[in-house]
Each structure stands twice: as C-alpha cells, then as structure tokens.
C-alpha cells in the first residue's frame, strides 16, 4: 500500500492565481480530510469527507474547496490564492465506523504552499 | 465545546530519562485518542490510537494512558533517546454531543529534545 499520498509536495503561487492539491489513499478509507499547520497556530481543518459524494467543512474553509468523486480522491482547490493561504497542507484518512472515524488516522507527507 | 491541551509546550531531558508528555481534555464525551509524532518539516505519524472503552495501548518503549472521568491522557516514554526527539501532538475525537461531531480536536503539541 501506498497509504496517503499528496502532490505537489512544493508549490509557490502568485496572488490570485488558482490550483488543486492532490491527494490520494489506497486503503479504502471512508474519512478523508484536509488540515493546515501554521507556526503557533497548530493544525486547523479546512474540510473533511465521510464518503464519496459527502464533504463539510471545517474550522477554517473560506477560499477553498473540495470535492469527493471517488472513495480514493479528496482535492483541495485554492481558489484564488493569498499570502495568508502560505502554509503547509495535510490530508489525512480513517476508516468509519458508525458515521465516526474509529481507527488510526493516516497522514500524507504534505504540501508546502508560498504564496507571493 | 472540546478543547485539548498540552503541556509543557516544550521539554528537553538527557538521553535515558524516562519521561511523561500530558494531554488534557475538556469534555469526556470522546471516541478516541491518538498521539502522533511529527518531526521537523515532516508529516505526522501515528504512534498509540486509545478508544474510549480502554485504559492504555503500549508499543515498545511506549505507552499511553487515558483517563475520561480527569481529562487526561499521558504518553510515558521509556528510557528516552535522542532519537525521540520531535513534536508529540495529541488529538481527540468528540461525540457528537460536544458539538464536535466527525473532527479531530488538536493539542499544540509537546516539542521533545533529547540530549545525548
């Protein structure tokens, strides 16, 4: 198993400009999420899913988006990017069990976002 | 409203010490608890996942302890080496009754230095 993998891991954008992290997991897990970490600030969730078709969001969603197609795929998409979006983005998956994320939760390497 | 914290924020200890990192939660409505290790500019990898049903989970020099009715979780490490060194983030998950339904609710984490 790959286990939970992101692209890119680097990325420097320009104000305004848009684009999609990507992540992908190949265990099957029902829950996928996305988080930031910031200096000081700890992890804070932007958006999370508990099934293909199914997302919420988070404590920090504006000026992204997501969309779950399939079981495997949970994109991100910044919009229309800002300095204040410059920060380093995880995603991370479990499985469900009755309607809550009971098992480990698995973690990708992460993206490191600059915006200019 | 769930809310999780770590303390101390920061601790440095010579190679061998034996060592406890504590968690605390506000509400015990919880599903689980997990403590994850991230190392600088790294991911986070899972180390103990405790469902609400169980007392400690142990993994070789580690072991974790949860106690609902205090609000305390504490990560004891054995015989410490400078290879422990890192940020030890606690994490939990609430029932839905707290009002943090299918989120992970985060510490700032406990940064590990271990002086050989």
């Known amino acids: 198993n790959a286990g939970v993998t992101q692209t890119p891991k680097f990325q420097v954008l320009k104000t305004g400009q848009s684009m999609t992290l990507q992540c992908a997991q190949d265990m099957n897990h029902e829950y996928m999420s996305w988080y930031r970490q910031d200096p000081g600030m700890g992890l804070r969730l932007i958006h999370y899913?508990?099934?293909?078709?199914?997302?919420d969001q988070g404590e920090v969603p504006n000026g992204y988006n997501v969309s779950r197609s399939t079981t495997e795929d949970f994109p991100l998409r910044l919009l229309s990017a800002a300095p204040s979006q410059t920060s380093v983005y995880f995603c991370a998956s479990s499985y469900l069990w009755t309607g809550v994320p009971s098992g480990e939760q698995y973690f990708g390497p992460g993206t490191r976002l600059t915006v200019t | 409203k769930q809310e999780v914290t770590q303390i101390p924020a920061a601790l440095s200890v010579p190679e061998g010490e034996n060592l406890v990192l504590n968690c605390s939660f506000t509400d015990s409505a919880i599903y689980n608890l997990q403590w994850f290790r991230q190392d600088p500019g790294k991911g986070l990898t899972s180390l103990l996942l405790?469902?609400?049903s169980q007392r400690e989970q142990t993994s070789g020099r580690l072991n974790a302890s949860l106690d609902k009715s205090s609000g305390r979780s504490t990560l004891y490490i054995a015989a410490s080496q400078p290879g422990d060194s890192a940020t030890y983030l606690c994490a939990a998950f609430s029932r839905p009754n707290a009002g943090n339904n299918r989120k992970l609710i985060w510490g700032l984490g406990t940064s590990l230095a271990v002086n050989p």
């Open positions: 405790i469902q609400s």
């Open positions: 899913s508990v099934g293909a078709g199914i997302t």
